[in-house]
């Protein structure tokens, strides 16, 4: 089954704690991205990396910092949890010159 | 600056109704604008493109410089249409990365 893949898809956790969210996609795109959805479902991107290269970083605190082990995996890891970093965080790919992002489910975080 | 405005968070229409969900953008480049679409528990996913010019699932939109809009239409509005539609923007030109800025969000309910 070809598609983006991230676990969890929802993670529950105290304010402080630090947590992870992992992207897969078989797809054989060379870009991956983060986009932060609120609770108003304004999506926003966060990061995007090409080849496993940083290519977008908007103003996105140095708490969360992703990982791109190769290019078809895109890890988001967050430290020290905050309340406003609850939201639905997804991951998308595609290929670099193109605008069609493919996404995944999402992964619904709540920090308590 | 770079933004997509949806002025509308929720349009409800009975079925069988025309639809217009409005996009106005800010660019000072050339874009390419985007519909995504995320029905009831799936994915967000592309519905078109400007630069395809084609009709998908009975919705059209065209890019209107001088207004800057890219309304979404479908003349008979359909139950199955219910689910959130995002308009998106990316910025080209040389060098350009795949930076979708998304819009607020305008969530369709057809009513039976």
């Known amino acids: 089954d070809t598609a983006v893949s991230q676990t969890p898809k929802y993670l529950v956790t105290q304010m402080g704690n630090d947590k992870s969210i992992k992207c897969e996609q078989n797809?054989?795109?060379?870009?991956m991205y983060w986009y932060k959805q609120d609770s108003k479902k304004f999506l926003k991107i966060m990061f995007s990396y090409n080849n496993k290269e940083l290519i977008i970083n908007e103003t996105v605190p140095n708490r969360f910092s992703p990982k791109s082990p190769d290019k078809a995996h895109l890890n988001l890891h967050i430290n020290s949890l905050e309340l406003g970093d609850s939201a639905v965080y997804f991951c998308?790919?595609?290929?670099?010159?193109?605008?069609?992002?493919?996404f995944g489910e999402g992964s619904r975080l709540t920090v308590l | 600056a770079q933004r997509v405005t949806q002025p509308e968070k929720l349009l409800s229409v009975f079925k069988g109704a025309p639809v217009e969900l409005k996009c106005n953008y800010s660019y000072s480049g050339s874009p390419e604008l985007f519909w995504y679409v995320q029905y009831s528990r799936q994915r967000l996913q592309l519905l078109l493109r400007?630069?395809s010019r084609e009709s998908i699932k009975g919705f059209t939109a065209d890019l209107n410089k001088g207004e800057t809009s890219f309304h979404l239409k479908k003349p008979f509005a359909q139950e199955e249409d219910s689910a959130m539609y995002y308009c998106?923007?990316?910025?080209?030109?040389?060098?350009?990365?795949?930076?979708?800025?998304f819009g607020t969000g305008t969530l369709l309910a057809v009513q039976p």
């Open positions: 998308a790919s595609s290929l670099r010159h193109t605008g069609e992002l493919f």
């Open positions: 797809l054989g795109h060379d870009t």
């Open positions: 400007h630069i």
């Open positions: 998106a923007l990316s910025p080209r030109g040389g060098g350009a990365t795949n930076k979708l800025i």
